[in-house]
């Protein structure tokens, strides 16, 4: 039995690390290529060309267009062939093409999330869709990134909605662990847990509990407190490391499924996860107290935790047929559930975990 825990080479976080990107990515090459998202290329891109010419040195800024996809990525390995170091700077499908094309490439990347809204920077992984945004495939890759650098301010600055979706990314972590752990099931790397990735599965849990809310306040006033530095690091590589070394299940094989319904596309990755998780414990028939915390959590910080809240108006059992299909493909990871899962059974969960959200709301309404 092999045990595999994987990381970013190098994690880097605090106020204004931005303004210092050509110190820390001097070392990896002298020609350099970033991807921005495209609606912070004249605001972060001018905070990171400023910190090159300072130093003598050139780089070149490029747009993303917007879709992680196969597309894309062949787009830009042509418009950075002549690069010798890649660095995403953006959200999770910036950060994930940019891999993907170090990848091809054969060079170092470097990533820079500017919102703790997913898992995405330090992993092994780029997620790819079809151009329309229909999830495709899982790209592994065969190393995780070689640096990430997260400035905390850049990240209190952005919507707080994009934390709280991170937060809702983050909350699956430790259950999928869990569940992967209990079934003897294979990480994304084809091995087994290891109690260090499983304990820093906890831990991102424990963390986001105890620091979610007063972090989400804060951020909405785009502060930056130890709590949001705290959930920061939670969002971004607790839940990194924790989900690559200690497995995925339901809660992300769920969220794959929902990328077929249309009316979740304008829903956040971490928004979709966190109603994938609260359909796993479903599953799973936890006790009623974790269940009960779960959901309460979601509630505090603003998740959804109906298929109401992620623009699903009515229930549509052919629909969540369909949803559950690709959540139980075997290609996908809700074989890493401690029990066998038929679709029949996801589209059931996902009708019960439903009830159960709009029975808390109704319940909190009457109070």
Do not use: W
């Not at 350099?32 to 010419?53: C, P, Q």
Request: hydrophobic share 40%.
């Amino acid at each position: 039995m092999t045990n595999v825990i994987i990381s970013t080479s190098r994690y880097i976080q605090g106020k204004g690390e931005l303004e210092k990107i050509y110190n820390h990515v001097s070392a990896l090459g002298d020609k350099v290529f970033i991807l921005v998202d495209a609606f912070l290329v004249e605001t972060l891109g001018g905070t990171i060309r400023k910190s090159f010419e300072e130093n003598g040195s050139p780089c070149t800024i490029e747009k993303f267009n917007g879709e992680c996809s196969k597309v894309e990525i062949n787009r830009l390995l042509e418009v950075a062939k002549d690069y010798d170091v890649i660095i995403g700077v953006g959200g999770g499908k910036t950060l994930d093409t940019s891999k993907a094309v170090a990848f091809y490439k054969k060079c170092p990347v470097v990533i820079v999330p500017t919102a703790a809204s997913t898992d995405a920077p330090c992993s092994a992984l780029s997620v790819v869709y079809t151009e329309d945004g229909v999830f495709e495939e899982y790209l592994f890759l065969p190393k995780n990134p070689d640096m990430v650098i997260v400035d905390s301010q850049v990240i209190a600055n952005a919507p707080v909605r994009l934390f709280i979706a991170g937060i809702g990314d983050a909350l699956a972590t430790y259950f999928e662990a869990r569940a992967t752990l209990n079934s003897n099931g294979n990480t994304i790397v084809g091995a087994k847990p290891t109690k260090a990735g499983i304990a820093l599965a906890k831990l991102c849990y424990e963390t986001i509990i105890e620091d979610g809310l007063k972090a989400t306040l804060a951020v909405e006033n785009h502060t930056v407190t130890k709590a949001v530095d705290n959930v920061i690091e939670a969002n971004t590589y607790l839940s990194g490391v924790g989900f690559e070394s200690g497995g995925l299940a339901a809660a992300h094989a769920i969220h794959n499924g929902m990328t077929a319904m249309p009316e979740t596309h304008h829903m956040y990755h971490g928004e979709k996860v966190a109603f994938g998780t609260i359909t796993q414990l479903v599953l799973e028939n936890i006790g009623s107290d974790e269940l009960n915390r779960v959901i309460e959590f979601c509630v505090s910080v603003g998740l959804p935790i109906t298929l109401g809240e992620l623009g699903v108006k009515e229930l549509n059992v052919k629909q969540l047929q369909q949803v559950a299909e690709i959540a139980c493909a075997e290609s996908d990871t809700m074989g890493n559930m401690p029990f066998d899962v038929k679709p029949d059974d996801v589209v059931a969960a996902m009708i019960a975990a439903d009830a159960l959200g709009r029975h808390y709301h109704k319940k909190c309404a009457c109070k």
